[in-house]
């Protein structure tokens, strides 16, 4: 059953996707992961309203007219299917990005090539125990990997026009409390095996949230050192295109309201 838990503009993305009118999130309710931090915890639970393909499709038009800069899908692996009968009834003009956690089947990416113009997945973990213990992935490392190649297969060429992407790909990675090596990880397969000037955005927003309190490692925000240290490792890598973060935006003040009455459906 398609659910979403809240479709508006969004501000806080990366520039080139916010830009200044904002980006058109539509967050879908449940995830193929279930990491215990996550920062949209109820809404990876299940939080949500039953809409279907025909609503979502009007969705889309709607964040389009409000001048959303792109259609932004969150959390959508598990709604392929409908997203693309979505986009059969109405195709917005503005660009469709498939912000996802990176655990990505690439035969699913292919049958999306034709809907998607922006791939924004999450590369949470290079250490398999780290995948096991906070998101019970144990094969995250493989699949994350091979999916962000086949991601960059699909869209060879990043297109940024005005400030803002058309086309293109942009790797997340959030720096988790006392995780280091795992972020080191992250940064060198990227030198290793994408473009140096591939767009990679290293996330110091971390706070505790949904069941972070049960793993005394991470139930803290980052200190500025971790942050640092890996903003340093990113730059001796040799990374170009690397968002960095403000730590001020370590705060639930940037986690979206999903109880708000005015929400798109």
Known sequence: MLKVARAS???WEEPIISGTSGSGTVFFSGCNLKC???QNYEVSRGKGKAIT???LADVFKRLEDLGAHNVNLVTPTHFADDIIKACDIYRPSIPIAYNCGGYENP???????DVVDIFIPDFKY????LAKKYSNCPNYFE??????????????ADIVEGGIM?????????VLPNALDNTKGVIDWLANNMSKDTYFSLMGQYVPYGEANKFPKINRKLKPLEYKIAVNHALKQGLENTFIQSLESATEEFIPDFDDKSLIY
């Open 36 to 38: 215990v931090y996550c």
């Open 107 to 113: 035969k699913t990416l292919e049958r999306l090539k």
């Open 9 to 11: 503009l969004h501000k």
């Open 53 to 55: 393909a025909n609503e």
């Open 126 to 129: 290079s250490d398999n125990s």
């Open 166 to 174: 058309k086309k293109g790909l942009i790797i997340r990675h959030l």
């Open 143 to 156: 699949i994350c990997t091979k999916a962000i190649v086949k991601m960059r297969q699909l869209c060879p």
